[in-house]
């Protein structure tokens, strides 16, 4: 957990100016806050780093998806390509966006691909929903060239990525719009934050009405806005995004530690016979956030698991079984449940989400263990962590 890694005096400091003024709320009073606007200061780093020409910071990453979804345009019906390997909250936001979600398999990327996209189109397919997983950006020029041949709209959930680039340009700006996470567990932290993404200044617009009950933030007085849109509460407050703002300072100088880290791991295991690690297209544009190691198969990746933990080796993740992230856990989107009646469930879904036939993911999920990199690790705690991840995987592999 990166972010939290480095909880210090700058937050602190940025925490103490909001609470000095009294003004938690992002927008107005003008005459009282003494020029401290921290989710104006946090949006102009986001763009800043990654070189996105509008950035809007709202609640979390979740409602940063939901507003790239409706920013895209993406509501009532329309069929989007997600992976079945994500944080539940991309196919949540498709559901509550009133769209249908279609999944497709993801490849050694741990993310789609462009046959795995091609192969789950329909005529009814509107957009593709990507998600850059574990902290390294999915295969781009063939899903962008599947795309444009195709006329889908590209959204990025770019939740578990922001620090991660694809041949010099970073994640989030490859599609129309793009969403960043910046919740207690991401490489920049905002206890609960998330920042929208875009090129598109007239989408920008949607997403900042969008994300605050449709006001146009026209005029200095927020009571006469105009509502151009229906929008609902994403809103940041001052106190998250101050200390979003100080993580953002921090993102290049953790993003530096993490990679140096993984690296020292990655070279004390890379002789194992059997062992093979996640494929990263763009390996300079990795954020380092984990070590992603492939087994030879599901059996061998749970018995490394056991052996990984009785190690006490920190940050292990067998994704295979966790509840949050991969299908096989998700009953309740299986079975469609809800706590009231969703676009899916008068216009059906458009698979028997019950009886998917992913061999694909399924395949690479079961073998893939990922390591989070600690960015605070000190040289001897690196090297000790890294010989007890192999002597570990050794006992296994043999």
């Not at 999915?138 to 939740?159: S, T, W």
């Not at 100088?253 to 194992?272: F, M």
């Not at 309740?332 to 989400?353: F, M």
Request: hydrophobic share 40%.
């Amino acid at each position: 957990m990166p972010g939290t890694e480095l909880f210090g005096e700058d937050e602190r400091r940025e925490v103490m100016e909001v609470l000095e003024t009294g003004i938690l709320f992002r927008y107005g009073h003008d005459e009282l806050r003494r020029d401290r606007w921290k989710a104006r200061e946090m949006e102009a780093c986001v763009r800043d780093y990654t070189g996105a020409p509008h950035a809007l910071a709202v609640s979390s990453g979740s409602t940063a998806v939901a507003c790239a979804l409706a920013a895209a345009g993406i509501g009532h019906g329309d069929e989007v390509i997600v992976p079945p390997f994500t944080y539940l909250a991309t196919i949540e936001a498709v559901l509550l966006a009133g769209g249908l979600p279609v999944f497709a398999e993801i490849d050694d990327t741990l993310c789609l691909d462009a046959s795995g996209i091609e192969a789950a189109l329909t005529p009814d397919t509107k957009a593709v929903l990507l998600v850059h997983m574990c902290g390294a950006a999915a295969d781009m020029d063939p899903i962008l060239e599947l795309c444009r041949e195709r006329d889908l709209v590209l959204i990025e959930d770019a939740g578990q990525a922001l620090g991660a680039w694809y041949h010099g340009r970073s994640v989030g700006l490859f599609g129309v719009t793009g969403a960043f996470s910046f919740d207690f567990f991401k490489i920049t932290t905002a206890g609960e934050g998330g920042v929208f993404v875009t090129s598109d200044e007239a989408r920008y617009r949607l997403a900042d009405s969008y994300a605050d009950h449709g006001h146009d933030h026209v005029g200095s007085n927020r009571g006469m806005e105009n509502h151009p849109i229906i929008g609902f509460n994403y809103r940041i407050s001052e106190l998250h995004a101050a200390i979003g703002l100080a993580q953002m300072r921090r993102l290049e100088a953790v993003r530096s530690a993490n990679r140096s880290n993984k690296a020292v791991l990655r070279d004390r295991i890379s002789d194992l016979s059997g062992l093979s690690f996640r494929r990263i297209p763009d390996p300079d544009g990795d954020s380092g956030t984990f070590l992603d190691l492939l087994l030879p198969d599901r059996p061998t990746a749970e018995l490394a698991v056991e052996s990984l933990r009785a190690a006490d080796v920190p940050g292990i993740n067998y994704w295979f079984t966790n509840m949050y992230h991969f299908i096989n856990q998700w009953d309740h989107v299986k079975n469609l449940d809800s706590a009231a009646p969703l676009a899916i469930h008068s216009l059906g879904a458009p698979q028997d989400y019950r009886a998917l036939e992913l061999p694909r993911s399924q395949d690479v999920v079961g073998r893939l263990i990922s390591i989070g990199i600690g960015c605070s690790w000190e040289t001897g705690r690196t090297e000790r962590i890294a010989d007890d991840l192999r002597a570990a995987l050794a006992r296994v592999l043999g």
